[in-house]
């Protein structure tokens, strides 16, 4: 636990005020991705995404992960969330180096840091032990199937110990039985460790089920529409009235927000 | 049931094996046939007079030396040439591959001389180089070996066929980077020279290694065209010519025997190293 959160459950991790993007396209034309978005995020909050294909979520992701800056308004990071630090991303495709096994991947940022190769390993053992890839250290990605990728690209991300995990849509490409065990998967990830979670998806069930909070995005260009608390026990029961009843409430924001 | 299996899988290996023979074993059949019945060996040999050379491969032929010797300075040539040709391409390529600057300054420069055949270099290189060998580079006159026969201008032309598929070829590795590689490397804290060390070199390496593979292959064209070219005095290229001067037709079929399986073999060696350290390419996830 870093100490400088222990005490601050309303610490700011990310604030963005007024922020906008744009983009010159290949044609020479602005394209304008984000336009005005107003966001904040706390200390422990695990924030779902939600909203349409193409409408700069993943804009805001790589705003976030300092990857891109934003044309207009202020995004700031709060104090112990440095880029190349203490942020990770996992991204949708190409999440692991394919050229490196699964436990050098997960190493990658240990031994980026000038960690000795034997703790090295030990560290990232124990974090494809937690991801449920005990056995698979030495395969390469290719052999694995897309829900071991995830799971290995998570414990890639988590080697770091980031302050802040960014995913992109990290289940979108994995069969139904398969999303649901990673989704629980990181829910006990998520309450072992304390780690904030910026989460994007475009399925409204995957967000719900998932988030303290859901914000519904709209666009293009992309702008924040509604925000949900969901304060449902753990683990949550698709099935349950209050689950459903907000499945419709989001969903009907999301049909208002797309233009 | 084991045996069985066992003996099916063996007599199916002897017929793919014996498939794969049978072109080889009819063409030396016809060769044979048709030589004999020619009945003038110094035009076209029977079979069994090239393998009677190529059973003798110490035998000294007049004062061009053997088939074996003059092999080996040629490898020994191209080997010099091609790690020289391996280190600056590489170097350049990852350079320019790197920063914009060098490549716009490098590149047209590269497009010009790119074309141009190897062997136009040789005597240009004869006359800069003389025939100074490697030893003498290094203030020996004379050493009594091989290396007395690897001459600095045969080098250079070497360097020259095998320097730009390597160049090209890692340029386009490095510059075919995917940018979520560089990204994911630098969210996990990897710093610009981590990011070359650990994403550019190891994601371009299945181009690095197709261009050498390329390159080791115009290394081998090369050094043949090059010895047979008037002012050349060793090497299989050479002997080759030599003999067809003396219209020794059995001692040129196996020169090409040589040459043919010498080629083939480094091709093969490389794809194994190919094998061996990039399975992953083509199947990135």
Same mark, same amino acid.
């Given at each position: 636990m870093r100490p400088e959160f222990a005490s601050d459950a309303n610490h700011t991790i990310l604030q963005l005020d007024d922020v906008g993007k744009t983009f010159r396209s290949d044609a020479g034309a602005d394209v304008t991705a984000l336009a005005s978005v107003d966001l904040t995020i706390r200390q422990g909050e695990f924030v779902t995404l939600v909203g349409a294909t193409g409408c700069g979520k993943t804009t805001l992701l790589d705003l976030a992960a300092g990857i891109t800056e934003p044309s207009a308004g202020h995004l700031r990071r709060g104090s112990g969330v440095r880029l190349g630090q203490s942020v990770a991303y996992v991204f949708q495709h190409y999440t692991l180096f394919p050229w490196r096994t699964t436990l050098t991947n997960v190493a990658f940022g240990l031994q980026m840091r000038g960690i000795g190769r034997r703790q090295a390993r030990t560290c990232a053992m124990e974090l494809l032990a937690r991801v449920g890839l005990a056995g698979f250290e030495k395969g390469r990605p290719h052999e694995l199937s897309g829900g071991m990728r995830q799971r290995a690209a998570i414990a890639q991300a988590l080697a770091i110990e980031p302050v802040l995990l960014l995913m992109d849509e990290p289940f979108g490409a994995v069969d139904d039985a398969t999303r649901a065990e990673l989704q629980r998967m990181l829910v006990d990830l998520w309450q072992d460790r304390g780690m904030t979670i910026l989460f994007v998806t475009h399925n409204i069930d995957e967000a719900i089920l998932l988030g303290t909070r859901v914000v519904v995005f709209g666009g293009?260009?992309? /702008? =924040? =529409?509604r925000q949900f608390d969901i304060d449902l026990? /753990?683990? /949550?029961? /698709?099935?349950m009235k209050p689950f459903t009843n907000l499945f419709l409430d989001v969903r009907q924001a999301l049909a208002g927000g797309l233009d | 049931m084991e045996t069985a299996k066992h003996t099916e899988n063996r007599s199916g290996r002897l017929i793919s094996l014996l498939t794969a023979a049978a072109p080889l074993l009819v063409l030396l059949l016809v060769w044979q046939l048709a030589a004999v019945r020619l009945g003038r060996p110094w035009i076209f040999p029977p079979v069994t007079r090239v393998l009677e050379q190529l059973a003798h491969p110490l035998r000294t032929h007049y004062a061009s030396g053997s088939l074996l010797g003059n092999t080996s300075v040629s490898l020994l040539r191209v080997l010099i040439g091609f790690v020289l040709a391996a280190v600056v391409g590489i170097s350049l390529g990852v350079l320019m591959g790197s920063a914009r600057f060098v490549r716009r300054t490098v590149e047209p420069l590269i497009e010009i001389l790119r074309p141009l055949c190897p062997i136009a270099w040789l005597p240009f290189a004869i006359a800069v180089f003389k025939l100074r060998t490697v030893p003498q580079l290094f203030g020996l006159a004379y050493t009594r070996t091989v290396w007395d026969q690897v001459q600095l201008g045969m080098i250079f032309v070497i360097f020259v066929g095998g320097f730009f598929p390597i160049l090209t070829n890692t340029l386009d590795g490095v510059t075919g980077v995917r940018r979520s590689y560089v990204l994911l490397a630098r969210t996990l804290g990897a710093s610009p020279a981590q990011v070359f060390r650990h994403v550019y070199l190891p994601a371009a390496m299945p181009q690095i290694l197709t261009g050498l593979r390329q390159g080791l292959g115009l290394c081998w064209f090369v050094i043949i065209a090059a010895e047979m070219m008037i002012g050349s005095d060793s090497g299989i290229g050479y002997l080759l010519m030599y003999a067809a001067d003396n219209a020794a037709m059995d001692l040129v079929v196996a020169a090409m025997f040589i040459i043919g399986i010498v080629g083939a073999s480094l091709n093969f060696l490389m794809r194994r190293v190919m094998h061996r350290f990039v399975s992953w390419k083509g199947r990135e996830v």
């Amino acid at each position: 636990m870093r100490p400088e959160f222990a005490s601050d459950a309303n610490h700011t991790i990310l604030q963005l005020d007024d922020v906008g993007k744009t983009f010159r396209s290949d044609a020479g034309a602005d394209v304008t991705a984000l336009a005005s978005v107003d966001l904040t995020i706390r200390q422990g909050e695990f924030v779902t995404l939600v909203g349409a294909t193409g409408c700069g979520k993943t804009t805001l992701l790589d705003l976030a992960a300092g990857i891109t800056e934003p044309s207009a308004g202020h995004l700031r990071r709060g104090s112990g969330v440095r880029l190349g630090q203490s942020v990770a991303y996992v991204f949708q495709h190409y999440t692991l180096f394919p050229w490196r096994t699964t436990l050098t991947n997960v190493a990658f940022g240990l031994q980026m840091r000038g960690i000795g190769r034997r703790q090295a390993r030990t560290c990232a053992m124990e974090l494809l032990a937690r991801v449920g890839l005990a056995g698979f250290e030495k395969g390469r990605p290719h052999e694995l199937s897309g829900g071991m990728r995830q799971r290995a690209a998570i414990a890639q991300a988590l080697a770091i110990e980031p302050v802040l995990l960014l995913m992109d849509e990290p289940f979108g490409a994995v069969d139904d039985a398969t999303r649901a065990e990673l989704q629980r998967m990181l829910v006990d990830l998520w309450q072992d460790r304390g780690m904030t979670i910026l989460f994007v998806t475009h399925n409204i069930d995957e967000a719900i089920l998932l988030g303290t909070r859901v914000v519904v995005f709209g666009g293009p260009p992309g /702008r =924040v =529409v509604r925000q949900f608390d969901i304060d449902l026990p /753990r683990p /949550r029961d /698709r099935n349950m009235k209050p689950f459903t009843n907000l499945f419709l409430d989001v969903r009907q924001a999301l049909a208002g927000g797309l233009d | 049931m084991e045996t069985a299996k066992h003996t099916e899988n063996r007599s199916g290996r002897l017929i793919s094996l014996l498939t794969a023979a049978a072109p080889l074993l009819v063409l030396l059949l016809v060769w044979q046939l048709a030589a004999v019945r020619l009945g003038r060996p110094w035009i076209f040999p029977p079979v069994t007079r090239v393998l009677e050379q190529l059973a003798h491969p110490l035998r000294t032929h007049y004062a061009s030396g053997s088939l074996l010797g003059n092999t080996s300075v040629s490898l020994l040539r191209v080997l010099i040439g091609f790690v020289l040709a391996a280190v600056v391409g590489i170097s350049l390529g990852v350079l320019m591959g790197s920063a914009r600057f060098v490549r716009r300054t490098v590149e047209p420069l590269i497009e010009i001389l790119r074309p141009l055949c190897p062997i136009a270099w040789l005597p240009f290189a004869i006359a800069v180089f003389k025939l100074r060998t490697v030893p003498q580079l290094f203030g020996l006159a004379y050493t009594r070996t091989v290396w007395d026969q690897v001459q600095l201008g045969m080098i250079f032309v070497i360097f020259v066929g095998g320097f730009f598929p390597i160049l090209t070829n890692t340029l386009d590795g490095v510059t075919g980077v995917r940018r979520s590689y560089v990204l994911l490397a630098r969210t996990l804290g990897a710093s610009p020279a981590q990011v070359f060390r650990h994403v550019y070199l190891p994601a371009a390496m299945p181009q690095i290694l197709t261009g050498l593979r390329q390159g080791l292959g115009l290394c081998w064209f090369v050094i043949i065209a090059a010895e047979m070219m008037i002012g050349s005095d060793s090497g299989i290229g050479y002997l080759l010519m030599y003999a067809a001067d003396n219209a020794a037709m059995d001692l040129v079929v196996a020169a090409m025997f040589i040459i043919g399986i010498v080629g083939a073999s480094l091709n093969f060696l490389m794809r194994r190293v190919m094998h061996r350290f990039v399975s992953w390419k083509g199947r990135e996830v």
